[in-house]
């Protein structure tokens, strides 16, 4: 495996892999924070019908899936806002609808159209410019990140309390799922559709039984996202297996293994609070 590392494509890989860890770990953070688990996966199984859309036009792949995503995203927020149906119910109507609406697509394409990459990823045939679109986004939606952090926090934490504080929950709501629609697409080349949303759970829920505040639940996620990337991809080529599901199946080991750790964890807090013996 050593000798991979001397390849340009498999250095791109693990650039692409890096940049895709930190991206999907910070959002991770968030969508655990809101349990947003449900409504990523939507918006990510969303993009599939705006990838087909733009192959029957002949368009590029990415922007039909990055402009259905965000649709997907923008409806979604509005429905949950104006008429009480909730984030989970209104991404299942949408996602469903662009799902149906791209199968409907790919019976009409006439080329032949990778659906096992698009669904499962594939971050070896990361190309520069696959590399430097996914730079551009894991740059701008780090630096929006970091730009709300705060509202985005708040808004996380305590909906009602933030209100009252001034924060605009419906805009925060909104900029979540817009930057989860970009992330989605920026990732698709990485762990594919399927995958991608797996990739926007597991680094939070792996965080959230092993640390208690917020600093160190974001520092978690971002490196469990960085070791289930890297690490999948490592072993993807050593194993000779699919890279994204090496990815995700990483990514779940160490959220099973977070899970003992908290156990165990509460298991000794649990014996040293107990009153000893009169």
Known sequence: ??????????????????????????????????????????????????????????????????????????????????????????????????????????????????????????????????????AGAAAGILAVLAFFFRPLLLASVDEEGARVAGVATGAMRLLVLTLIAVAVVAALKVVGILLVSALLVLPGATARPLASRWPGFLGVSIAVALVSVVGGLLLSVALDIASGAAIILLGTCLFVAALGIARVRDARLRVLRAPGPC
């Open 1 to 134: 495996m050593i000798e991979f590392l001397g390849y340009p494509f498999f250095q791109r890989a693990l650039l692409a892999g890096a940049l895709t860890g930190i991206l999907c770990g910070a959002l991770s953070f968030f969508v655990v924070l809101r349990r947003l688990a449900f409504v990523g996966s939507g918006v990510a199984h969303a993009a599939f019908g705006g990838v087909a859309l733009a192959t029957l036009l002949g368009l590029p792949p990415g922007l039909g899936g990055l402009a259905v995503s965000l649709a997907v995203a923008g409806a979604t927020a509005r429905a949950s806002e104006s008429s009480g149906v909730t984030e989970d119910t209104a991404v299942g109507v949408f996602t469903v609808a662009a799902m149906a609406g791209g199968v409907v697509a790919l019976g009409f394409v006439k080329t032949n159209v990778d659906l096992f990459g698009l669904m499962f990823g594939n971050i070896l045939t990361v190309d520069p410019a696959d590399l430097l679109l996914l």
